[in-house]
């Protein structure tokens, strides 16, 4: 994808962007299009099998925000049993789409639950707990990262791990103007199969750190009476280092390791991603 400075119209004038539950929401409504958009990010993948490989034990692995078992499916056919939270029905029922493709022995170690990564609660406790892919950034507020902390602090095994990531905060692009589109690229819808232009903007909201983001689908190779653009909100809690590591020892945590990345890259102001381990102090 490359930034393109051209000029937004006004698509989304009557939707409003700061809708904070839009913005949880409508990027999982439809969740072909999800898998289709993220089908060749596999670093985050290959980087959680790793560590459930390396804290292998008998407890199983519980992940949060689990959505269309991207993450989650791979644990199972490594031999993982593996417990997927989500609040979407959209992303669960795609789950059990896939899960539904695997062998009978995966099939049989994949355990689906709707819930609120804020709420939850197990009778089992867990060597690791995972939250990939900036699920956490759906965090918006102190209440609700440390009420999510602390159920994961009460389900981990004694020794367990806890395993996220999120977005580094970018301040140059948390700045970029709201009145153009920015990573314009094309490809063919996965249900329609028709030509799409993807493009996003957003807006920064400096007061609550939440990214106010607006995805735009707009068709192409139609007449210009059939044109339209379908715009996705989503919105992000933009996590800066020395708060998350404030909010983790809050709530009983150390850090016991944080890359920039998923092949252990150093952590840097230049780094993309905090992905950090967690253990209970």
């Known amino acids: 994808m490359t930034d393109d400075d051209a000029d937004a119209p006004g698509d989304d004038a009557h939707r409003d962007p700061w809708d904070l539950d839009a913005g949880t929401v409508e990027h999982y409504e439809n969740a072909v299009l999800y898998d289709h958009e993220y089908r060749r990010r596999r670093a985050d993948v290959n980087h959680y099998r790793r560590v459930a490989t390396d804290r292998r034990s008998d407890g199983p692995v519980l992940e949060l925000g689990c959505g269309s078992g991207r993450v989650l499916l791979p644990l199972a056919k490594d031999g993982h049993t593996v417990i997927g939270l989500d609040a979407s029905r959209a992303m669960l029922r795609r789950a059990r789409e896939r899960q539904s493709a695997l062998g009978r022995a995966s099939r049989s170690r994949v355990h689906l639950v709707q819930g609120d990564m804020r709420t939850f609660a197990f009778r089992a406790r867990f060597p690791l707990v995972l939250c990939p892919f900036n699920a956490f950034q759906h965090l918006y507020t102190r209440v609700d990262a440390l009420a999510c902390l602390e159920r994961v602090r009460e389900q981990l095994a004694p020794g367990g791990v806890f395993a996220f990531d999120v977005l580094l905060p970018d301040m140059q692009w948390l700045m970029k103007s709201d009145k153009r589109r920015w990573s314009r690229t094309r490809f063919r819808h996965p249900t329609t199969g028709g030509r799409v232009e993807y493009s996003t903007n957003h807006t920064y909201d400096a007061v609550t750190q939440i990214s106010f983001i607006r995805i735009y689908y707009e068709t192409l190779d139609v007449p210009a009476a059939e ?55």
């Open 227 to 281: 044109k339209r653009t379908d715009v996705v909100r989503l919105a992000q809690k933009q996590y800066f280092p020395v708060e998350l590591e404030t909010l983790l020892h809050v709530a009983g945590f150390r850090i016991a390791a944080r890359h920039g990345g998923f092949e252990g890259e150093p952590f840097d102001g230049l780094s993309e991603s905090q992905v950090l381990l967690c253990e209970a102090r």
